[in-house]
């Protein structure tokens, strides 16, 4: 477990098929919990509007994504796909998701992860990449310091409040 003291070194890559067996613990890593919720049990990544963010992934076109690896152990994900899913602008537009281990949060990874993860989208020929996210999660400040803005908001299936949000690579 790494604390503030701890040197966090993770060296970032591209996603080989042999991590996409990572991407269930990513995907539930990636589901906001505000402050005083019930943590969701690890099923809920099996609603069929979350498990859409990983089902059959490396299979279709703007499925791709990297990894921050750490002593050889997967510590943080950012993968995008083109689904009709919260974060969707179009069909020429991959869409995020990102997680890093909470353990690992607050060291830079995610902003690393995202660095990467634009230059492997720029490679392939996209323009934009878009999210949605809730709007009182503090990952909001994060996405506009890396360039995102916000194109309109919706509400999710459980009722949240969700901004969606654009970057242009």
């Not at 791709?64 to 997967?74: E, N, P, T």
């Amino acid at each position: 477990m790494a604390d503030k003291n701890d040197k966090i070194n993770a060296k970032v890559r591209v996603m080989r098929a042999e991590d996409y067996e990572c991407l269930p613990e990513f995907l539930y890593q990636a589901v906001f919990i505000p402050e005083g919720a019930e943590v969701p049990p690890r099923e809920i990544i099996n609603a069929p509007e979350i498990f859409v963010y990983i089902k059959d992934f490396g299979t279709q076109v703007g499925d791709l994504g990297v990894v921050a690896v750490q002593d050889g152990q997967i510590i943080g994900a950012a993968w995008t796909r083109i689904i009709p899913a919260y974060g969707h602008h179009n069909n020429e537009t991959p869409e995020l998701a990102i997680s890093t281990l909470p353990e690992f949060r607050g060291h830079g990874v995610g902003a690393k992860l995202m660095k990467k993860l634009f230059e492997l989208l720029r490679k392939n020929g996209y323009k934009l990449i878009s999210l949605s996210v809730q709007k009182d999660n503090p990952a909001v400040r994060f996405y506009q310091r890396l360039g995102y803005t916000i194109s309109g908001e919706r509400t999710d299936h459980a009722g949240h409040e969700d901004y969606l949000m654009i970057k242009e690579l």
